[in-house]
């Protein structure tokens, strides 16, 4: 008989694809792109600024989660983890500023570790890397999409189909 503490819970299948939430960054809903190329996970922010309050490094940066309604930017802190050089897909050094937040796959939150850049240009507004892949008990299936909860768009307050032009 195998001992229950040795019994590890299947992964959980997910696509290239998928619907996350980022509860304490106050994110209901995010389309992430799964990059296992990417070691750490990436989040798009804007107006990054890193402030002191007592012996603590924050930092508070806005997100436009939804890429077709600009007007829609959700102001977020977190503590700064730390200051890192991170090589971006274009293969240039970045020095980024990297938070701890909880990400809701829809099996529970768990907390990884997030670097913050200007994603503006991008399709994704998050990547998850590999780090928060093997964190969360994800594995991709790349001819896969959107196994997770659907979530959408229409979780923000004042979202609105119809001012948004498009389907969430």
């Not at 503490?5 to 960054?25: K, M, Y």
């Not at 850049?117 to 990547?127: K, P």
């Amino acid at each position: 008989m195998v001992p229950v503490s040795s019994i590890r819970s299947a992964p959980l299948i997910v696509g290239w694809q998928e619907w996350v939430a980022l509860p304490t960054l106050g994110l209901a809903a995010i389309k992430a792109k799964i990059d296992t190329g990417a070691k750490t996970s990436a989040l798009h922010a804007e107006t990054i600024e890193i402030a002191r309050e007592g012996r603590l490094e924050v930092v508070r940066f806005t997100i436009c989660p939804a890429p077709k309604r600009p007007d829609l930017l959700i102001a977020c802190e977190a503590p700064l983890a730390d200051l890192r050089g991170v090589t971006s897909s274009n293969g240039r050094l970045e020095r980024r500023p990297v938070i701890h937040a909880l990400v809701d796959c829809g099996s529970g939150a768990k907390r990884i570790e997030i670097t913050l850049t200007d994603r503006g240009s991008m399709s994704y507004r998050m990547l998850i890397g590999r780090q928060a892949l093997t964190a969360l008990g994800l594995v991709v299936d790349p001819a896969l999409s959107f196994q997770l909860p659907k979530l959408s768009f229409k979780l923000y307050p004042g979202w609105s189909r119809r001012r948004a032009g498009a389907r969430a």
